[in-house]
Nanobody
Framework: QVQLVESGGGLVQAGGSLRLSCVASGRTFSSYAMGWFRQGPGKEREFVAAISRWSIGTTYYTNSVKGRFTISRDNAKNTLYLQMNSLKPEDTAVYYC????????????????WGQGTQVTVSS
C-alpha cells in the first residue's frame, strides 16, 4: 500500500512558476514508476508527465508541457516533483500524482495509487 500526498499548488499569473511535490509513504517508493496527471474544469483527467522507477530516471511528457515542465524524483526523500515554468491559463487544473507498479506510464490505468490532488490556477 502506498499513500501519496501532493502539495505546492496555488494561484499564479501566466508566465509564472510553481513546483508541486508528492510525498509517498512506505519503503518501496523507488520501485514505482511515478506520474503526474491533471483534470481541468469540465475535462477528463489527462497525462502530464512520468518518470521511470529506481534511479533510471527516464522521463516522458505530454506535448503541451514539453520544455516548460520538469518531472523529477528524490528516492531518498520518497518525493516526486513537478517543476512548472511559463505557466499558461490552460494549465489550470487539479494535479494528481500517481504510483504504478509496472503498467503503461502515459495512461491512468497504468497506475495503482493516487493522491488527493492539488489545485493549480493560472490567471491571465
Amino acid at each position: 500500500q502506498v499513500q501519496l500526498v501532493e502539495s505546492g499548488g496555488g494561484l499564479v499569473q501566466a508566465g509564472g512558476s510553481l513546483r508541486l511535490s508528492c510525498v509517498a509513504s512506505g519503503r518501496t517508493f523507488s520501485s514505482y514508476a511515478m506520474g503526474w496527471f491533471r483534470q481541468g474544469p469540465g475535462k477528463e483527467r489527462e497525462f502530464v508527465a512520468a518518470i521511470s522507477r529506481w534511479s533510471i530516471g527516464t522521463t516522458y511528457y505530454t506535448n503541451s508541457v514539453k520544455g516548460r515542465f520538469t518531472i523529477s524524483r528524490d528516492n531518498a526523500k520518497n518525493t516526486l516533483y513537478l517543476q512548472m515554468n511559463s505557466l499558461k491559463p490552460e494549465d489550470t487544473a487539479v494535479y494528481y500524482c500517481a504510483a504504478g507498479a509496472g503498467g503503461r506510464t502515459d495512461v491512468a490505468p497504468g497506475y495503482d495509487y493516487w493522491g488527493q490532488g492539488t489545485q493549480v490556477t493560472v490567471s491571465s
